[in-house]
């Protein structure tokens, strides 16, 4: 089993950057391919991005790529989303998520089995 806290949210201008980071603790951490999503109010958890265990595969929603970069570092158990030129479409509570079945596991939230707490990201315009 596989402990997530994201850090790293908070308030910034639309244009603006902000890094996430998901701090993994428990299990061997490169057991797990990771993603990010987000959930925006009244609105379903939406994925944002993925990278399988090794960090060689890696995917984005359309409405990110470009904008938004999925890393980890597994010396440091950790994964980021750093999101630049960000907009008030970004405002949401960000979700770190881990699975150990996939080498690179879908976008769907049923995906995943281990999730953070999350993170505010407000967007202001």
């Known amino acids: 089993q596989v402990q997530l806290v994201e850090s790293g949210g908070g308030l910034v201008q639309a244009g603006g950057s902000l890094r996430l980071s998901c701090a993994a603790s428990g299990r061997t951490f490169t057991s797990y391919a990771m993603g990010w999503f987000r959930q925006a109010p009244g609105k379903e958890r939406e994925f944002v991005a993925r990278?399988?265990?090794?960090?060689?595969?890696?995917a984005y929603v359309d409405s990110v790529e470009g904008r938004f970069t999925i890393s980890r570092d597994n010396a440091k158990n950790t994964v980021y989303l750093e999101m630049n030129s960000m907009k008030p479409e970004d405002t949401a509570v960000y979700y770190c998520?881990?699975?150990?079945?996939?080498?690179?596991?879908?976008?769907?939230?049923?995906?995943?089995?281990?999730w953070g707490q999350g993170t505010q990201v407000t967007v202001s315009s």
């Open positions: 998520a881990a699975d150990s079945t996939r080498t690179l596991p879908g976008p769907s939230v049923e995906d995943y089995q281990y």
């Open positions: 990278i399988s265990r090794r960090g060689g595969l890696i």
